[in-house]
């Protein structure tokens, strides 16, 4: 049977780099919130209910999920973003599953952002937080997507606070400091799940 490995991570921890590392040491792993990303396109009764949800507007012309249109909707409409996840977030479940059945390694890794928020760390068989302090994932992400301080911040205020995750976590990796630390965390964590 395969054993689900869950990466998890507030914003700008690294999360991302380490599912890299672990990809390229062999592993397959999930990227939720890319799959989701296409399957709001792909999944045709998905694309239905969403429609049903927020309007037709919701996809634009060429029938493609208009991102910035449904995050203008939902901003400030906590009730509807709520809908909006009931919908998406058991698709992405079912995705998860039909891709984990065509793996055959006896690991696989599955990054999500909302591991914990979830509880879908109760589906994994250990779990894997990245973490970092909030200064210097506010300096990152302020370089990777041109953000400012207060943006970045807003988001991460949003998010459950590391504290909380680091009690839940399995493993925890700690990335304050260059991507070759990192790299060797990251190796160390996956020569312990290898030994389980
Ligand atoms: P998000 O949830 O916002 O997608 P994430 O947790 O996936 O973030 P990454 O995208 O992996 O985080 O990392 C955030 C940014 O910081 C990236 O630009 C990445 O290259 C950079 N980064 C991550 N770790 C380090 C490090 N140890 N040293 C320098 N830069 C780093």
Sequence with gaps: RTKIIGI??????????VSKYIEEAGYPVYYSDIRAKNIVNDNQHLQQLIKELLGENAYDEDDLYDRKYVAEIVF?????????????????????????AQQTTDFVF??????????????????????????????????????TYREVETIMLRQMPEK??????????????????????TKKVLAEIESL
């Design 8 to 17: 998890t991570g507030g914003i700008g921890s690294g999360k991302s780099t």
């Design 76 to 100: 400030n409409n906590e009730e509807l973003l709520l809908k909006l996840n009931s919908l998406i977030h058991p698709a992405v479940r079912i995705d998860f599953e039909n891709w984990v």
């Design 110 to 147: 599955k990054e999500t952002a909302l591991l914990f928020e979830l509880k879908l760390n109760k589906t994994c068989y250990k779990s894997v937080l990245v973490t970092a302090d909030d200064n210097c994932r506010l300096k990152r992400v302020m370089d990777r997507d041109n953000k």
């Design 164 to 185: 909380d995750k680091v009690k839940l976590a399995d493993f925890v990796i700690f990335n304050n400091e260059g991507l070759e630390e990192l790299k060797a965390e």
